[in-house]
């Protein structure tokens, strides 16, 4: 006898997970099962389509734990109307990837879908033709509960959801996770922004810049999977720590093949041994540098005072000189790549030959071109005149010899600036010099002006305000023809070059008609939490509103005035640790080293950022200066005078502390001995 269907509608959705879960596997099984011995091709296509289908196995994966739906549309009416055969509604099951059935109907729909959309931006003002909205609540991977909005019934009450407040407040053990069954409609709207264009995010705490960011690499892949697929994404964070915390979360939402880097690992072209004072590391980053370098890569180019002679058989061809400057010249106005040009010079003198060539009565082709252009005699000139250029090398002597950085920083560069840029030691050799990490910037710079660097067709710059005009420039060169989302706060920039202002980032980036948009509601930090730590924003960024937080949570914040320096600290560790989830010690960075011994000594085991906490292992100890991007559902916040007091500059410290108060997503406090700076008083 065949299954009587339940009436209960809570077991009539985990038969439909059930059943969706099912599909899923036959759909991967179906793809395993591909014989790929009676294709035709090439080795080269056998070995292009087995990993393709690897690729699809890899996204096809069903992740026990994560929910394969989160929410379902109960349209009004039927999406298709030609196809609907009663003239009714459609529902539709939204889910992290596309799952259908054997006969090709849809059981969950890909979040990412225009169909969709409504799920995020449906309202009662504006319900987007949706009856119901229903989301669902889990544990582990079982759905246990699920919650009804009904937007065209008036006389329902406008109630905010339980199951999403309890989604966004979920403990966080392990890596950041997506927020695909949480993301707000002014986060969609992001989101879904057209890959052509620049968009950037300014963001305070807890506002979900970073994983809007993330989920727009995952749309914008659904939407234009061809065209991206041939140019390429790459995700870019503030450090190793940070994209080891972020990693996993384009992969939970079937996106495997996106790059993630430093701009550090980006201009990784010399060993980093170094490091600059803040006036060096601010000059070398500065904008003017770009011109200084210009300069340096064309200072070799001279012009000839020889005519250029060219013997084939028994002929002699002469190329005046003045001939030679004009193409010299010619090639200088036209501001092309150094490399590019030089490539190009053999030519442009061979062609002068074969015009001679012409009027002397013989015809030769281009076979005779190349053959000219590989003379010994043109080789010489274009050795001579338009020397090859070792970008390394370029740098190392620029930052050594004060004599040609005067040559090239002569009215860019002060006497006195010039002097703060050269190294106090020059260098011997690339391989020896004490490279800085924002010499690596020059050296790639340097590269792009004797080579153009390729460009990807997406890029998301993550903690952006950090980014000095020369760093900005160096990600500005890998998407010269394509498109990035920038994420930051200007509140949260703690380099002595941090940025001033969206429009003068976004004009170093090469993209200055990017359209800012602002994030001020946030759902990670407490109200009671952002609140206070808004009070240093008329000292850090005047300019900025104070953000807000949809999670009003009494007793988030604490407090507390020390004396026992080190068993204040454990005891606030232990109690952090009598919670669920994961606590971060954050501290300055000069204290982490006594801080570590005194956990070790009181027997409480403790992670590094960027290493993966678990269910025995949730205490990780944050250096300061690490902190930016990370949370933790419980931060003891150790000593602010010292944070404050290892930057260079009050103002930076006070932007230090900032982010480090706005880390935690349940509970916070703040242990100090020493006065709280007068904005927290």
Same mark, same amino acid.
């Given at each position: 006898m065949p299954a009587t269907?339940?009436?209960?509608?809570?077991?009539?959705?985990?038969d439909h997970l059930a059943?969706?879960? *099912?599909?899923?596997?036959?759909?991967?099984?179906?793809?395993?099962?591909?014989?790929?011995?009676? /294709?035709t091709g090439t080795w080269v296509s056998a070995v292009i389509l087995q990993n393709q289908i690897e690729a699809r196995i890899a996204a096809l994966a069903d992740l026990a734990d994560t929910p394969l739906f989160f929410g379902r549309l109960d349209y009004l009416h039927a999406i298709n109307e030609e196809l609907s055969e009663g003239g009714g509604g459609e529902n539709f099951y939204i889910g992290r990837r596309h799952v259908h059935d054997a006969d090709g109907d849809p059981m969950v729909i890909d979040w990412r879908a225009p169909v969709s959309q409504p799920f995020y931006r449906a309202s009662r003002t504006e319900p987007m033709d949706v009856e119901r909205r229903r989301r669902f609540g889990y544990t582990g991977g079982e759905l246990t509960a699920y919650e009804d909005e009904h937007l065209t019934d008036p006389a329902e009450l406008d109630t905010a959801s339980a199951l999403l407040a309890a989604e966004i407040e979920k403990p966080r053990v392990g890596p950041m996770r997506d927020i695909v069954a949480t993301i707000q409609p002014e986060q969609d709207e992001i989101v879904r922004s057209d890959v052509t264009g620049t968009i950037c995010v300014q963001g305070a705490p807890?506002?979900?810049?970073?994983?809007?960011?993330?989920?727009?690499?995952?749309?914008?892949?659904?939407?234009?999977?061809?065209?991206?697929?041939?140019?390429?994404?790459l995700v870019i964070g503030p450090n190793t720590a940070f994209l080891s915390y972020i990693e996993q979360v384009l992969p939970a939402l079937g996106e495997l093949d996106v790059a993630q880097a430093t701009v550090q690992q980006l201009v990784a072209h010399v060993e980093v041994k170094g490091e600059d004072d803040p006036e060096a590391a601010r000059l070398k980053g500065d904008a003017r540098m770009a011109e200084v370098l210009r300069r340096a890569v064309r200072a070799g180019i001279t012009l000839p005072t020889e005519p250029c002679v060219v013997v084939r058989g028994s002929r002699r061809w002469r190329v005046p000189a003045y001939e030679l400057v004009e193409i010299i010249e010619e090639l200088k106005g036209r501001e092309v790549r150094y490399g590019a040009a030089r490539d190009a010079l053999p030519q442009r003198i061979a062609h002068a030959v074969l015009l001679k060539m012409e009027q002397g009565g013989e015809a030769p082709d281009d076979r005779v071109q190349d053959a000219v252009a590989r003379n010994s005699a043109v080789k010489?000139?274009?050795?001579?005149?338009?020397?090859?250029?070792?970008?390394?090398?370029?740098?190392?002597?620029?930052? @050594?010899?004060?004599?040609?950085?005067?040559?090239?920083?002569?009215g860019v560069l002060t006497p006195e600036e010039q002097q703060a840029v050269l190294w106090p030691k020059p260098g011997r050799s690339v391989k020896t010099a004490r490279w800085t990490p924002a010499d690596a910037v020059l050296v790639d710079e340097a590269t792009d002006l004797v080579q153009r660097t390729p460009s990807l067709g997406h890029v998301v710059l993550d903690e952006a305000q950090d980014l000095s005009p020369m760093q900005y420039r160096a990600v500005g060169r890998r998407c010269t023809t394509g498109s990035a989302t920038v994420l930051g706060d200007l509140a949260q920039g703690t380099t002595p070059w941090a940025t001033a202002s969206w429009p003068d980032a976004l004009h170093h980036l090469g993209k200055p008609e990017a359209h800012v948009e602002e994030l001020t509601k946030g759902f990670r930090v407490p109200e009671e939490v952002i609140a206070y730590a808004s009070r240093l924003l008329p000292a850090i960024a005047p300019g900025l509103a104070p953000a807000t937080s949809v999670r009003d949570t009494p007793g988030s914040l604490t407090i507390r005035r020390i004396t026992e320096w080190e068993e204040a600290v454990l005891e606030a560790c232990r109690e952090a640790l009598e919670h669920e989830g994961s606590t971060g010690l954050i501290a300055a960075d000069a204290r982490i080293p006594l801080l570590a011994e005194a956990l070790t000594a009181?027997?409480?085991?403790?992670?590094?950022?960027?290493?993966?906490? @678990?269910?025995? @292992?949730?205490?990780?100890?944050?250096?300061?200066?690490?902190?930016?991007?990370?949370?933790?559902?419980? /931060? /003891? !916040?150790?000593?602010?005078? *010292?944070?404050?007091?290892?930057?260079?500059?009050?103002?930076?410290? !006070?932007?230090?502390?900032? /982010?480090? !108060?706005?880390?935690?997503?349940?509970?916070?406090?703040?242990?100090?001995?020493?006065?709280?700076?007068?904005?927290?008083?």
């Open positions: 269907p339940t009436t209960d509608p809570l077991q009539r959705e985990r059943a969706s879960r *099912a599909a899923l596997r036959a759909m991967r099984e179906d793809v395993q099962s591909l014989d790929l011995r009676d /294709v807890g506002t979900g810049k970073t994983a809007v960011g993330l989920h727009r690499v995952a749309y914008l892949l659904y939407a234009h999977r061809e065209r991206l697929a041939r140019t390429g994404t010489a000139v274009v050795k001579e005149c338009w020397p090859a250029v070792d970008p390394a090398k370029l740098v190392l002597r620029l930052l @050594s010899e004060p004599e040609f950085l005067a040559e090239c920083a002569e009181a027997g409480l085991p403790h992670l590094t950022p960027g290493t993966e906490t @678990s269910a025995g @292992s949730r205490l990780t100890l944050v250096p300061a200066s690490l902190a930016k991007g990370l949370e933790y559902d419980y /931060v /003891v !916040l150790d000593e602010p005078a *010292a944070v404050i007091a290892g930057e260079p500059d009050e103002r930076t410290g !006070l932007r230090r502390l900032y /982010v480090a !108060l706005t880390r935690a997503v349940s509970g916070l406090t703040v242990l100090h001995a020493e006065p709280l700076p007068e904005q927290l008083r």
